[in-house]
């Protein structure tokens, strides 16, 4: 079983910046795609950013991408997203994802994904 474990949540003033981490345990082979989905109140889930295993393929969200910088660390199993220029829109829970695939075929696609963690919430305050 796979567990993902997210942290670096937290309040920030707008136009501030966060880092969010997650940790993966378990047994995972390696070639595996790590991505960020978030959900705020109210709202359906929306996909972030994703990233491949040799971080060869890259995807973000079209209003997070210009603000946004997703990586990983792969001896340390582990995905970053750092989050800069942070707006009151950005405010959610923060989901870290895992595909056991090189690249999912719709990156954006919760269902193209096989873990979840818990969630870290972040709150950007106007």
């Known amino acids: 079983q796979v567990q993902l474990i997210e942290s670096g949540g937290g309040l920030v003033q707008a136009g501030g910046s966060l880092r969010l981490s997650c940790a993966a345990s378990?047994?995972?082979?390696?070639?595996?795609?790590m991505g960020w989905f978030r959900q705020a109140p109210g709202k359906e889930r929306q996909f972030v950013a994703a990233?491949?295993?040799?971080?060869?393929?890259?995807a973000y969200h079209e209003v997070v991408k210009d603000r946004f910088t997703i990586s990983r660390d792969n001896a340390k199993r582990t995905s970053y997203l750092q989050m800069s220029s942070l707006k009151p829109e950005d405010t959610a829970v923060y989901y870290c994802?895992?595909?056991?695939?090189?690249?999912?075929?719709?990156?954006?696609?919760?269902?193209?994904?096989?873990?979840w963690g818990q969630g870290t919430q972040v709150t950007v305050s106007s």
């Open positions: 990233i491949s295993w040799a971080a060869n393929n890259i």
């Open positions: 994802t895992l595909a056991l695939k090189n690249w999912p075929h719709n990156p954006p696609f919760g269902h193209e994904y096989d873990y």
């Open positions: 378990g047994r995972i082979s390696s070639d595996y795609t």
